[in-house]
């Protein structure tokens, strides 16, 4: 069923009451998969793990982050903040030749487009998947490339625990095999021991030193270390959408813009499971997605009758339950009825709060998005702001130190001595220093000063 198209989430009339219905899709389960996951076979060799228990889950999380403007904001402010200065291969210790080469590498590769889509990558979905291409002899490597997160799959497991190979591919339209791309995935674990064993830079666990592949490409998975060590980690956002405060953060616009339209208050919440439209139409053996949007219409007015006409007063309203494996119940249906006693302006408070507990998940002070609503909010000096922004920006070194994983990797291979890779980040300043900012370096030498350049007014 094609959820971009039809219609799950709305709000409908209530006959009789003079208020709305507003009917949200559950978004408690999207990082977990309701039912056991199975690989999928590609070809006679070759399986891979779906992402969810439909192969759909960074699709459902794009979506869910798109839906909310302070989400989106928080995330593309993370990833902004993780993308500091920018990524440069500091070459200073470096012999003329080697700086040459290194040069030649970075114009031909865009590493500032690499660097932003891997720092998303990893902020939306706790890993990323970059690919190095070496030259026809093998000797060098020459391009360096990003793999989207969300449309890469891992091919199912070995005996030992070691994943052989990405699956690059449009899952949304459900691929066949000629149009997946399968590329070799370096030890997660020592990519760079690894590739210098295949192609006989080093001996192997053999003790011999020989080529072993005479492939030219190969994937490199950067992975957040996360405590529950899954193929596709759970990025730590995961409880914003495990609790409450997403979807009332939703209600209270759909309510705001309810009451805007025409005065009528929300007075019921009907929370529907993901998939309970799917398995309606599936179990009356609907296929057609007009007749499949039909029927959810159908169903919502049935619902609403329940809810609204004299002759179901007092009655009991039935839906099926699913217990996981944690033992937490799961509703196909939920009906809430909602305190109206609120209106308009009344609910600033209460939109404050959900805007502050989104900001305090996703790690992002809120006066830096400035995100919080209101007339007579406080706000931070301009010497707290440039602190938080410092804050923000030093707490990326844990991502730097693994994003700068395949750069490593790229600089020991082609014997690019004294090189390193580094992220300086932007230092704010004060307006007594006359100048706006400074840039500030990472990769701290010995007996070097750590400010490399200043942003100028």
């Known amino acids: 069923m094609d959820k971009e198209i039809l219609n799950f989430s709305s709000i409908e009339e209530l006959p009789r009451l003079s208020a709305k219905a507003a009917f949200l899709v559950d978004t408690t389960s999207v990082f977990r998969e309701q039912e056991d996951i ?36 928080c995330q593309i402010f993370n990833a902004e903040v993780c993308y500091g200065a920018g990524l440069v291969y500091n ?35 706790a890993f990323c998947v970059s690919v190095l291409i070496l030259n026809a002899d093998g000797s060098k490597i020459v391009r360096l490339l990003r793999k989207e997160a969300c449309y890469c799959r891992f091919a199912e497991a070995d005996t030992s625990g070691k994943i052989s190979k990405v699956l690059y591919a449009n899952w949304r339209n459900n691929p066949d095999i000629n149009s997946i791309e399968a590329i070799d995935l370096l030890d997660v674990n020592a ?19 020989k080529v072993r592949s005479s492939v030219r490409k190969f994937a490199i998975l950067t992975k957040v ?82 809810l609204t006409t004299a002759e179901n007063s007092g009655k ?15 509703h196909d249906v939920v009906i809430n009825k909602v305190d109206d006693s609120k209106e308009g302006g009344d609910w600033e408070s209460d939109i404050q709060e959900a805007i502050n507990i989104i900001c305090f998940t996703m790690r992002v002070h809120s006066n830096l998005v400035g995100s919080v609503p209101g007339k007579s909010q406080t706000n931070n000096s301009g010497s707290d702001k440039r602190e938080l922004y410092t804050i923000a920006q030093a707490l990326q070194k844990p ?59």
């Open 38 to 73: 199975a690989p999928i076979k590609v070809c006679d060799n070759l399986n891979y793990m779906p992402w969810g228990d439909d192969n759909e889950m960074p699709y459902n999380i794009l979506k869910l982050i798109e839906n909310d403007e302070t989400l989106s904001t």
């Open 91 to 125: 070459k200073d210790n470096c012999k003329t030749s080697i700086q040459e080469e290194i040069d030649d590498f970075c114009m031909y590769n865009s590493l500032p487009s690499y660097f932003l889509g891997v720092a998303q990558d990893f902020k939306y979905f």
């Open 191 to 209: 990519p760079i021991y690894d590739l210098m064993v295949r192609l006989g830079k080093i001996p192997g666990d053999d003790g011999q030193k």
């Open 225 to 306: 270390p996360t405590p529950d060590n899954t193929y596709y980690p759970i990025p730590y956002y995961a409880s914003l959408f495990k609790g409450k405060w997403y979807n009332i953060k939703r209600l209270i616009a759909l309510a705001k813009e309810a009451k805007l339209k025409n005065s009528a208050p929300i007075k019921y919440h009907i929370e529907i499971s993901g998939d309970y439209f799917d398995k309606l139409c599936r179990a009356e053996g609907i296929t057609d997605r007009l007749k499949k949007q039909k029927r959810i219409v159908a169903e919502k007015q049935r619902i609403i009758d329940f």
């Open 316 to 330: 009991v309203w039935f839906s099926q339950t699913y217990t996981n494996p944690a033992g937490e119940v799961q």
């Open 399 to 457: 991502y730097h130190d693994l994003l700068f994983l395949p750069h490593q990797l790229i600089i020991k291979f082609n014997g690019w001595e004294g090189a390193y890779p580094d992220c300086p980040f932007v230092m704010l300043t004060t307006l007594d220093e006359n100048k706006d900012a400074e840039l500030v370096s990472r990769g701290l030498t010995p007996n070097k000063d750590n400010t490399n350049s200043n942003i100028k007014p």
